[in-house]
């Protein structure tokens, strides 16, 4: 069993009697970890704090196996590179608070001798580690293994929080030295944040996380050293740039009384949110980020709790709209569906969401985040098995490190704070976010139904979605979905100019007609996208030549293709065929050109493609890529469901090509190939065209005037000008 923690006078005699004049290790208010257990609990409370328990232990024991002593400081040693930048930085920090929660914490149910022999090398790298972070700070004398000591840089005030938080549940296990280091570490690191104000988002690059991550370590020192001189303005710096984490434009006018009876607008000095509560980044409406910033947010709840108090507000400013407003995004897994892609290269990212699901259970008593972490975590658990003991494809320590922190918090929180509100049940959640959302700002378009994740987004990040109910293991956001690559380029503004585009919310679907210029201004390349009340969606486009223009190749509706968890093979069903596909562990990258009009993706996604233009013999084609490669080695697949691989010169005017291609959502593939006989598809005119499937038609203008459809079935159909609507039978959505 852990030892409990020592009173503080007993602290002072391990000293010799008396503290060091400049030691802020005096202040440290000691920690009784004994409030930490989920002993006493209900089963089901003990149940989810040994699901957490037992992701970070596993981690742990990979941690130990990556240790390695550092020779210039006896009984020192690190994680990671070698180097003092931020990753390799972090990656030691968050291992520090890994070894000492498995140290500290003491899990019922496990085996003792087993679980006593990891505690005692968790505590003995805890304490190593440590050594080695205090000996190459700023304020010591001997550098990292590079030769450059760490701190006062980007992301050594998120380490130093988690060094600290580490050092403060293992205070007993620490010679006097280290007490002393830690403290000075603590100290410096917050002191260096008095001055600095809060940074707000330049050139699309939020700064979200950055304050909440910076605030951290400000939040630590005041409740690990409240007695401290600086303790106040540690406090209330904390408070400052915790509201400019998630700021907006609305709260520079909020006359609300916010903490310390100062109205919320005299707090608030930034802008980091988007008017609709999203947050963007590189151009990307950057789910991560937002994630990671409400996450943030919640560790800094964690000192105050620790310490017997209550949270400032400041640690809820406006998570419960950034939160809302995140959570359409959700899939069915618990991770977001990035929508308009994502830098980080990874859409799996449940053990680093986690705590924002947990920390708005808790604190917001939201039922829908307690489903949502409860999703989030199972598929954790489930990733971590497949992945060996890492949350993710990612083996870099810094990331799994910031993952296992975030289990970390989720321990802590619930012990603290009980499991939160019962969550709502699967049937609830698909209700409740049935539906159509527009987010003006973030220039982007969602509709789902119990079966399917649609989007449009029209920003920097021009790309179109449709997502079956199994989420992100069938479908992954490639950067140029749908609306395809020309001469290789993607859609997006570095590469293509949006001329205009027009995009309704329905209330059963939408509707989204944009006009893009591309290939350096030769192509008008005018795109339409419908998502259908049902689980379906249809993509229209047309290509002209705005001057002459040589193209070398189309890929067209161009599908990002995943693998589903602990699957390494795909079957891919098409005229005449099944093809079999595998992912990682091919000898070669290959291509797979299909001659077919339809495509269905393991028996549960289908695809229908018509040439409107009348034109035969359509050609997809399917990368299959031999091995994941880049900083994060993740299988990057895709279908071109048009291609055009000749190189053509086209004379200004001429029509490039225009297809029409419907996507059906969990269709086993005998009901795509049914589905290729009955749905069609036109172009009338030069730019009106039409597309039949089922008991839907979808009739596009890209045109300046109105046009009218003849349509035997439904009559007369009048589409205004530039604009899409979707008619059925019985009504116009």
């Not at 505690?119 to 805890?126: F, G, L, V």
């Not at 937002?290 to 998570?319: D, F, I, R």
Request: with cysteine; charged share 20%.
């Amino acid at each position: 069993m852990k030892k409990c923690l020592t009173p503080a006078i007993l602290l002072l005699v391990l000293c010799g009697g008396a503290w060091p004049a400049d030691d802020p290790s005096r202040y440290i208010a000691l920690l009784d970890v004994r409030k930490l257990a989920p002993a006493g609990a209900d089963d089901a409370a003990v149940e989810l704090a040994l699901r957490y328990y037992a992701c970070v232990s596993d981690w742990g024991r990979i941690l130990s196996a990556r240790y390695r002593p550092y020779q210039k400081i006896p009984g020192a040693g690190y994680y990671g590179g070698t180097a003092n930048e931020e990753r390799d930085i972090r990656a030691a920090c968050y291992a520090v608070l890994v070894n000492a929660f498995l140290t500290a914490i003491d899990p019922p149910d496990l085996d003792v001798t087993e679980e006593g022999r990891e505690e005692d090398a968790a505590a003995m790298q805890a304490v190593h580690v440590l050594r080695y972070l205090c000996a190459t700070h700023q304020t010591a004398d001997k550098p990292c293994p590079e030769e450059k000591p760490w701190g006062a840089q980007p992301g050594s005030a998120m380490g130093a929080k988690s060094m600290g938080l580490g050092a403060w549940l293992i205070w007993d296990r620490l010679d006097s030295k280290t007490r002393t280091a830690v403290a000075r570490i603590i100290e410096y690191e917050a002191d260096r944040l008095l001055g600095p104000q809060p940074l707000e988002q330049s050139s699309a690059r939020t700064k979200a996380e950055v304050n909440a991550g910076n605030a951290q370590v400000l939040s630590l020192a005041a409740n690990m050293m409240p007695d401290h001189p600086h303790a106040k303005q540690w406090d209330r710096q904390a408070k400052f740039t915790m509201y400019n984490a998630l700021s907006s434009e609305a709260d520079r006018r909020d006359q609300g009384i916010g903490d310390d009876g100062t109205p919320v607008c005299d707090w608030v000095k930034t802008v980091n949110l988007l008017p609709d509560y999203t947050i963007q980044n590189n151009g990307y409406v950057h789910l991560r980020h937002m994630s990671a910033a409400v996450t943030a947010l919640g560790e800094n709840c964690l000192p105050y709790l620790l310490a017997g108090k209550t949270p400032p507000q400041a640690t809820l400013h406006n998570v419960a709209k950034c939160y809302r407003a995140y959570r359409y995004f959700m899939a069915w897994d618990g991770s977001p569906v990035y929508v308009t892609g994502s830098d980080w290269k990874m859409i799996h990212t449940q053990a680093a969401d986690v705590f924002a699901h947990a920390f708005c259970c808790v604190m917001l008593d939201d039922n829908h985040a307690a489903y949502l972490e409860m999703r989030a975590l199972d598929f954790a658990e489930r990733m971590q098995d497949h992945c060996r003991g890492y949350y993710n494809v990612d083996a870099d320590p810094a990331f799994n490190g910031m993952c296992a922190s975030a289990l970390i918090h989720c321990y802590l929180l619930h012990a603290l704070r009980g499991p939160g509100p019962k969550p709502i049940d699967s049937t609830r959640f698909n209700l409740d976010a049935t539906g159509t959302k527009k987010f003006d700002s973030a220039k982007l378009i969602i509709h789902r139904t119990p079966g399917k994740f649609a989007s449009f987004s029209w920003g920097a990040k021009r790309l179109a979605l449709a997502i079956p109910s199994s989420g992100n293991w069938t479908i992954w956001p490639h950067p140029a979905s749908y609306i395809g690559l020309i001469n290789g380029e993607p859609p997006d503004e570095e590469h293509s100019t949006l001329v205009k585009c027009n995009v309704k919310a329905l209330e059963h679907g939408f509707t989204a007609t944009c006009r893009l210029s591309r290939v350096k201004g030769k192509v008008d390349h005018y795109v339409s996208f419908a998502s259908l009340p049902n689980d379906v969606v249809v993509y229209t486009d047309l290509r002209v030549a705005a001057e002459d223009v040589e193209i070398a190749g189309q890929q067209i509706g161009l599908i990002g293709v995943e693998y589903p968890l602990d699957k390494n093979e795909r079957d891919l069903y098409t005229v005449g065929m099944k093809l079999t596909v595998r992912g990682v562990n091919l000898a070669q990258d290959q291509k797979h050109r299909l001659q077919s009009p339809w495509l269905n993706l393991d028996n549960y996604v289908g695809y229908v493609v018509i040439e409107t233009m009348g034109k035969s013999g359509n050609e997809m084609l399917y990368f299959n890529q031999a091995h994941a490669s880049g900083q994060i080695p993740k299988l990057e697949e895709w279908v071109a469901l048009h291609n055009i691989s000749r190189r053509t010169s086209y004379r200004k005017g001429e029509q490039i090509g225009s297809v029409c291609i419907i996507t059906f959502l969990n269709q086993p593939w005998r009901r795509t190939r049914r589905a290729r006989d009955t749905a069609g598809g036109s172009l009338v005119s030069d730019k009106f065209l039409f597309c039949i499937v089922g008991s839907h038609t979808v009739a596009v203008n890209f045109g300046e005037k109105e046009m009218t459809l003849d349509a035997p079935i439904f009559g007369d159909v009048v589409v205004p000008p530039f604009s899409t609507i979707i008619k059925t039978r019985d009504a116009e959505f």
